[in-house]
Nanobody, 119 residues
Framework: QVQLVESGGGLVETGGSLRLSCTAS????????MGWFRQAPGKQREMVAI???????NNGYSVKGRYTINWDNAKNTVFLQLNSLKSEDTAVYYC?????????????WGQGTQVTVSS
């Protein structure tokens, strides 16, 4: 069973930065995309940023201009840096991976890591 192991997060000050990482393991199949979603209390899960195996990125509107996402293909690890943090960035952040399991593409999720932005 594919496993997504997240690290980073915790308590961060307003205006600061956070760095999250996620490693996909227990798979030898092609990983098509990796990235991050988040869910704040009482809100729907939303995309933060995604990067494809081809290096194409996409992001949620709320983080535009404040993020960097990178993927170490050799280590099946995706990194997210989010800058200029605001209280609205407080949420549980979930790692995401889309993996090619012929003939299907399957979505996988990490367990989530709490990020709290405090002044």
């Amino acid at each position: 069973q594919v496993q997504l192991v997240e690290s980073g997060g915790g308590l961060v000050e307003t205006g600061g930065s956070l760095r999250l990482s996620c490693t996909a393991s227990r798979t030898s199949n092609s990983i098509l995309a990796m990235g991050w979603f988040r869910q704040a209390p009482g809100k729907q899960r939303e995309m933060v940023a995604i990067i494809t195996s081809g290096g194409v990125t996409n992001n949620g509107y709320s983080v535009k201009g404040r993020y960097t996402i990178n993927w170490d293909n050799a280590k099946n690890t995706v990194f997210l840096q989010l800058n200029s943090l605001k209280s609205e960035d407080t949420a549980v952040y979930y790692c995401y991976a889309k993996i090619w399991n012929p003939p299907l593409e399957n979505d996988y999720w990490g367990q989530g890591t709490q990020v709290t932005v405090s002044s």
